[in-house]
């Protein structure tokens, strides 16, 4: 697992701010990872996922009871059963926008991986919420956090893939929830 | 050539084929008994819920928070009750927890912000262990005692003493698996003759050991409180989710569960099974609460606004604090056991979430409806009556649950929600 630095703070050897092509493909599969989601290709997503190491998870820190707290863990296997039920619930269908801006990669060379800090705002385009003839087509922003990914840049031109997702929401109070995972 | 326009009496029509109504027939009462609907006003009006804050929720016992949020001598905790009034929880140097109305007596102002933290640690212009209001430096301990206001004796000559300005204190009581009551009602009995013996079925699993909060989350959502409040209150409803009626409804059983209602307004769902194998992901349930099998669910709802369900691993519990008649705080806390193992903690976590968290499969859609509710109800909409009818031997599809919450609000107060205008 890569960390940015060590338990003191000092920077690893092993650990290096990413060249100029590993930052573009780092870049390119967070991106690409939002296109897909705010467009509802979820099979697309799931393939910019590592299928046998993926976890994806939602957590924030609440003051309130002074501890993080995880809303949301999952595997690749169930995200797949999140976005394969999606067609099943009843639910607010309003888009979600993720905006995204990728701001620190660091990667480690020996193990072929990176992490990236990703600034994120997710803005919600009412459709069906609340009052659709008063309220559709309405944007506010939903949430902000950051994305903390774990990425297996590979090498010999494998596909970037992301090993692990962690949402950091700085956002606690998120109106009806959803059943689209930031 | 036009055919001629032939206006047919749809009053006619209604009554002949019920099918669609025009206004006159929209407008009539249904034809049950009154206890079995109620008039939209009683989510609407402005002066109903006025009332209902100074009838109800200024006098019942309410839960406002976990004894886990404060576990340490001088731990405060900040909340809101009936309304929009503020308070305080303190866990004083005795370790008891006391509540006190948050607000200054010297010029109004909030005392302590923040949602938690110790009073260890001073304000900037306080002492520690003390709670220090920022417009004047007044500071009060944690029983609520006025410790400190700067030049006393210059500014007030004996006018105004310390002892005259301590705290508004508040009935305060922990119980039912550690959570905070309180009671604004300064000649109110003690709590458990609100509860009037509802938590007796729930005993062994709340208070065998102690509990611990894992979850928090909140949300202020454009609904009346009621509304979010009877999605506990019937089962009737899981035909909206896709889990319930999928698997749940189908399981044997099913339409055996029965509810239970209690003096006070207060109504049960016992013990019931669910069958978890059918639950993707949920296969290998382990982790319970003491006294509960590892696939058991009992449900309690206090009347007027909190609603207790334990299911398997983890225990939610939903407090609403009434803000407008359209708009209600909702807090929602799961807990686990002091004791777990941090393995064990993290999959009482993963199982609250599935369902209950934000992006649980069940929360997402009750939250939608009560506030698609409100939206359709709102004042001048033409909305008329609920019906709350379905009589099915007090079994999971009844609205016995509906029906006994408004029987305690018509005691409290003094009329039918079938005819709520004063």
Wanted: charged fraction near 25%.
């Amino acid at each position: 697992m890569v960390a940015p630095h060590g338990p003191h703070g000092e920077r690893s050897d092993a650990v290096t701010s990413a060249d100029s092509e590993t930052r573009q493909r780092v870049d390119e599969l967070i991106y690409e990872s939002c296109l897909a989601l705010n467009g509802g290709d979820w099979n697309s997503y799931l393939a910019l996922c590592d299928p046998r190491d993926f976890r994806y998870r939602i957590v924030n820190f609440s003051p309130e009871i002074r501890r993080e707290q995880c809303w949301m863990d999952r595997d690749w296997k169930g995200m797949k059963s999140i976005f394969d039920l999606l067609p099943k619930h009843n639910s607010d269908h309003s888009p979600l926008t993720r905006h995204a801006t990728v701001y620190k990669i660091v990667c480690d060379r020996e193990g072929g991986e990176a992490a990236a800090t990703t600034l994120v705002a997710i803005y919600r385009t009412q459709l069906d919420g609340v009052n659709s003839h008063f309220e559709s087509g309405q944007t506010s922003l939903f949430a902000v956090g950051k994305y903390e990914d774990r990425i297996r840049v590979g090498a010999n031109g494998d596909a970037a893939l992301l090993l692990s997702r962690t949402v950091r929401l700085d956002t606690r109070q998120i109106d009806i929830g959803s059943h689209y995972p930031f | 050539m036009n055919e001629p326009v032939v206006e047919e009496d749809s009053q006619v029509r209604g009554e002949r084929d019920r099918g669609a109504r025009n206004l006159e027939l929209w407008s009539r009462p249904p034809q049950l008994p009154d206890t079995h609907y109620v008039d939209t006003r009683v989510y609407t009006d402005r002066s109903i819920f006025s009332e209902e804050i100074e009838q109800i929720f200024d006098r019942v016992w309410l839960p406002v928070c976990h004894e886990s949020e404060l576990p340490d001598a001088y731990d405060f905790r900040t909340s809101g009750v009936a309304g929009t009034k503020p308070i305080v929880m303190v866990r004083g140097p005795d370790r008891r927890i006391r509540t006190f109305l948050n607000v200054c007596p010297h010029r109004g102002n909030t005392i302590v912000r923040s949602p938690a933290g110790s009073l260890t640690k001073a304000e900037p212009s306080g002492n520690p262990k003390h709670m220090t209001c920022m417009f004047h430096g007044w500071q009060f301990d944690a029983l609520g005692r006025c410790a400190e206001i700067p030049r006393e004796e210059q500014g007030y000559q004996g006018r105004v003493c310390k002892t005259d300005v301590g705290l508004r204190e508040i009935r305060t009581e922990v119980a039912h698996g550690g959570f905070v009551w309180v009671n604004l009602d300064d000649r109110c009995g003690p709590l458990a003759g609100h509860v009037a013996g509802a938590f007796d079925f729930m005993a062994q699993e709340l208070d065998t050991e102690p509990l611990e909060i894992f979850h928090y989350q909140k949300a202020i959502i454009r609904t009346n409180y009621k509304l979010w409040h009877e999605t506990s209150r019937e089962f009737y409803h899981d035909y909206m989710h896709y889990h319930n009626r999928a698997t749940g409804m189908l399981q044997k059983g099913y339409y055996d569960r029965k509810y239970t209602v209690f003096d006070n307004g207060h109504a049960a769902t016992g013990l019931t099974t669910i069958a978890y194998d059918a639950y993707e992901g949920s296969k290998d349930r382990l982790l319970t609460f003491p006294g509960m099998p590892r696939n058991g669910w009992k449900q309690l709802n206090i009347f007027p606004a909190c609603t207790y369900s334990l299911r398997t691993s983890c225990l939610r519990v939903s407090v609403m604090t009434p803000i407008s008649e359209r708009e209600t705080l909702i807090e929602i806390r799961g807990l686990g056991l002091k004791s777990d193992t941090p393995g064990e903690r993290e999959e009482r976590i993963a199982d609250h979430g599935t369902i209950w968290g934000p992006f649980g499969r069940n929360l997402h859609e009750d939250l939608l409806v009560v506030q698609n509710q409100a939206v359709a109800m709102r004042e001048g909409s033409g909305s008329k009556y609920l019906i709350m009818a379905r009589e099915e031997n007090s079994t999971i599809h009844d609205e016995i649950g509906l029906r006994s919450y408004f029987a305690e609000w018509s005691r409290r107060m003094g009329r039918m929600a079938s005819d709520p205008m004063p």
